[in-house]
């Protein structure tokens, strides 16, 4: 089992920034891929960035490149993800995931608004 803890959302202002973290625990050797997704109110769940555990290659949706940068500090099994220029459209609740060998995993979500 993979437990995730975020932290880190709030109330922004438009062109603002926010940085988010996550900190996994249990069977963190498994984890192959981290990222971080986002759900908007009457909207589906989406993905954000995505990073892998060995390497480090990224991958972002296209509404966030430039903007958001994903990043993990395997010596501290913790994830971020920096938001920079948040716009309005950004608010939701962003999730913390991690796909391991024996399934994916999900954190308990944290509040992200921004205002105009």
């Known amino acids: 089992q993979v437990q995730l803890v975020e932290s880190g959302g709030g109330l922004a202002q438009a062109g603002g920034s926010l940085r988010l973290s996550c900190v996994a625990s249990?069977?963190?050797?498994?984890?192959?891929?981290m990222g971080w997704y986002r759900q908007a109110p009457g909207k589906q769940r989406e993905l954000v960035a995505a990073?892998?555990?060995?390497?480090?290659?990224?991958t972002y949706a296209d509404s966030v490149k430039g903007r958001f940068t994903i990043s993990r500090d395997n010596a501290k099994y913790t994830m971020y993800l920096q938001m920079n220029n948040l716009k309005p459209e950004d608010t939701a609740v962003y999730y913390c995931?991690?796909?391991?060998?024996?399934?994916?995993?999900w954190g308990q979500g944290t509040q992200v608004t921004v205002s105009s």
């Open positions: 995931h991690a796909v391991g060998l024996r399934g994916n995993y």
């Open positions: 990073i892998t555990t060995t390497g480090g290659t990224t």
């Open positions: 249990g069977s963190i050797a498994s984890i192959n891929v």
